[in-house]
């Protein structure tokens, strides 16, 4: 079993999610705690180590720390602006 935490970034943009996607976004990261590999989860190219997760128009970008059973939230946005 993964411990998911989040980076402070990450805790401020979870305050900003939509209402309506955020039941949606909470349960896809606390189910980031049993597989931190989901079906349709993407590894990033370009940067190293990082994975998205699609939830309607918004991604979820975290790390996984395989050695330490840790994934770390780091950013939650638009999927117009997460990249940036």
Known sequence: MYKVIFNKSAKKDLEKVSSIYLISITLH??????????????????????????????????TIE??????EVIKIDHRSSVYR
């Not at 590894?43 to 975290?62: D, E």
Request: aromatic residues 10%; glycine residues 10%.
């Open 29 to 62: 990261i606390k189910s980031l705690s049993e597989n931190p590999r989901p079906s349709g989860c993407t590894k990033l190219s370009g940067f190293k180590g990082l994975y998205r997760i699609r939830v309607g128009v918004y991604r979820i970008i975290y």
């Open 66 to 71: 395989d050695d330490i059973l840790t994934v």
